[in-house]
Each structure stands twice: as C-alpha cells, then as structure tokens.
C-alpha cells in the first residue's frame, strides 16, 4: 500500500469510527471531532458514500435559526455487509450473524457434547460454509472468532489452560474459508460490541468484567483496542484474595475465581452434595451431574448456609477486587457481565459493596455500574464486532 492510500485509508477509518460512535452526523460534527479540515471530510465522505459504506439519511439539521445553511446527516450503512460471529467456549459454539450495526439476523449454537473437540477446525469449516450457503442474498464482509484464553498470532493457537483448545488452528480453517477471519479474547470481543454496537451508553473508557467459568476483565480504552501486548492483563480472576484459601488450577491459593466464577460454585455445591448428610442441594437435584447456577441461588434462598457463606464472600472479595481495580485505573463506567448476577439480589449487593470502598474518591461515587442481562450469544456477538472494526472501519484483510 502506497503512502497516498495509506493516508486515505488512516482518514476513512477515523471518519468511519467517528460515525459509529455518533450516529447520526453531520461533516461539520465529523470535522470537529476529527479535527480534520472541511474539505477532507466532505472529500472522504463523498468517497465513503460511492462505495457504500455510508449513506445520507435524507434528514437535515439546522444548527443556527434563520437562513443559515441545513447540513445533511449521515450514518452508516447498516446494509453494507453482513458479518458472522462466532465465539468457542466450555459450553459449545456460538455463532450469530449481524448487519454492520450489529442488528441480528440469526443465532444458533452446537453444544459443545454434539461435537468432537479434537476436530474443531473441520466443525468450524462446516459450520461457516453452511451459515454461507444458506444466506446467499447476503454479502460477508467478514468473520469474527471470539476465543477463551488468548490468541496467539505467531502459533495461531488458542493459549489457555483447558487442554480441549490445543486442536484448534486457524491455519487449517482459512484454507477453507476464504474471507477475512479475525480472532481475540471473548471478553475483548464484548467490549468491543459494546462500543462499536452501543455507543449511546458506552463511553471512550471502562471496564468490561465477565465472570463465567473463570473471571477475566477488559480494559477499554478507545486510544488502544486490542493493542495489549501482554496476554495475562486483565486476569483478575487469579488476583489472590485469601492467602488461606483453596488451590487454584493455576496453582495459586485463594484466587478470586475459586470464591466467585461459575466453574468454583458448582464444584462447591458438588462438595456439598458428596459430603454433607443433611443440605438442602440434595431435595433440590439428583446428584452431582445436575447441579447448576439456578440450583445453586435456590439453595442460597431456602438458607444453605454453606451456599450461603460461599457466595456472600465471593462477592465481598468481588467487590474488594473491582474496587481496588478503579482505584488504579480511571473508568468511566463498569460493564459486569455474568448469569450469577441476573439473579435477583446479588447486583444490588454487589453495587452497593463497590459504591462503600469508594466513597473516599469523590469522583467515584456513585459510579454507573451495569450489570448486562444475560445472554450467551454476547460473546459472539463480539466476534461479528470485531471483524466489523477490523474489516470494514480500517480495512484490514486478516487479523489471524
């Protein structure tokens, strides 16, 4: 790409990104918040709308009363390309496809027990080309792969400590696939969802958390998407809570995630159902195989105090820990996203712990906390975020 083109390209991308953010926009709202001159953003703009990218919604804003000049909106073009999102994680394979907005059109999952793990990269391949073929009206622009752990671009492997994901590589799938695939961290992938897909709630800084099977937290800044050069940032479920506390597979004592993350809570509860003679989790299931989240906040309401005690520390070491978290980082919001949380109860709880270890800042009381409805296609939802960030604002070919 030659330097001219490099140019137009670096340009575009921040008038695209500037649009997405501020739907809808005039060129003069584009060219201060770009800070590029008039004629560049109507030269750009005008180049944008001939390729599609961008449309004038057929509405006008005048800004000054009187005879003064209407200046015409303009928005992206939701119907540009469609995108696929796919996110891999303990429970199966996720995939959702979205307009460039990131409206909708169809979701579907394969749990992860209908399919051999050791064969991920032909599941994929089918996966996608099927998806494909049975929207040929649509054009793809490209694909995004949300992935648990990290992804490393040198091996074009996952990095995690679940053994399943050591099959998966992205080589064998883009031999197959011959779209623009790109591939990050799930949670990343959420956080850029929310700012790409919701920019009237979502500011230009904050934290995503999600607590799963593990926890992981996202640092968002908008400066920086997707620029971490280490993978371990943001692996707040292995800050260390309780020096006393149980081992952790990572092989420390008393990390977060052993108090708080889904993975933890269930083997607790199947603790309980295998040593405890007289608990409430065992007029509610059958055995160990049928213990769940929802089974477990029933045990927490009928008074299993062994429940009880667990997920009322969790969420003190929860709050301590995303506290401490605000006190060296200065988000503008905080993203929780977790089933356990949708119960009714916890997110008070939890809010109102955080909000106390803070009051001493004055610019952190009262800190806009959102705890996400529950949704498992998020995470692939984020996918399709990525590949419309990576391929349609700044025109990268592949990420992987």
Request: charged content about 20%.
């Amino acid at each position: 790409m030659c330097k001219k083109e490099e140019t137009i390209r670096l340009i575009s991308g921040n008038i695209l990104e500037t649009i997405f953010r501020h739907q809808t926009s005039s060129r003069t709202s584009i060219s201060k918040a770009t800070g590029l001159t008039p004629a560049t953003v109507t030269n750009t703009i005008n180049l944008l709308v001939s390729n599609n990218k961008v449309i004038e919604t057929g509405d006008e804003v005048r800004v000054v009363k009187g005879s003064g000049r209407s200046r015409r909106l303009i928005t992206i073009n939701k119907n540009f390309k469609h995108y696929i999102g796919i996110e891999i994680n303990a429970t199966g394979i996720f995939l959702t496809i979205t307009d460039t907005l990131g409206n909708k059109v169809k979701n579907s999952k394969t749990n992860i027990d209908d399919y051999n793990y050791k064969k991920i990269n032909d599941v994929l391949i089918n996966l996608i080309a099927n998806t494909i073929k049975k929207f040929p009206e649509l054009r793809f622009g490209g694909i995004g792969i949300s992935v648990p752990g990290h992804f490393e671009h040198q091996t074009g492997r996952i990095i995690s400590n679940n053994s399943k994901w050591e099959f998966f590589q992205i080589s064998e799938i883009k031999k197959k696939i011959h779209l623009p695939i790109f591939l990050e961290n799930n949670i990343n992938c959420m956080a850029v969802a929310e700012y790409l897909f919701h920019p009237e709630s979502s500011p230009e800084q904050f934290l995503f958390i999600h607590i799963g099977p593990g926890l992981f937290c996202s640092f968002f800044d908008n400066h920086s998407i997707l620029k971490k050069k280490n993978f371990y940032i943001g692996e707040i479920g292995h800050t260390i809570v309780d020096h006393n506390g149980p081992i952790c597979e990572c092989g420390k004592r008393g990390c977060l995630q052993t108090y708080i993350s889904d993975t933890w809570l269930i083997k607790n509860a199947e603790f309980l159902f295998e040593n405890a003679k007289n608990t409430i989790i065992k007029t509610l299931v059958a055995s160990p195989a049928d213990l769940n989240l929802e089974v477990i906040y029933h045990s927490y309401l009928l008074g299993d105090s062994f429940i009880i005690d667990k997920i009322e520390s969790g969420i003190q070491f929860l709050a301590t820990s995303i506290a401490n978290t605000l006190i060296i980082y200065d988000s503008q919001k905080v993203y929780i996203n977790s089933q356990l949380f949708n119960y009714p109860g916890f997110s008070e709880k939890l809010i109102t712990l955080i909000n106390e270890q803070l009051q001493f800042i004055p610019t952190k009381r009262n800190l806009n906390i959102d705890i996400l409805p529950f949704n498992p296609y998020r995470g692939a939802s984020g996918a399709a975020a990525l590949a419309v960030y990576n391929n349609l604002i700044w025109e990268n070919n592949s990420q992987a």
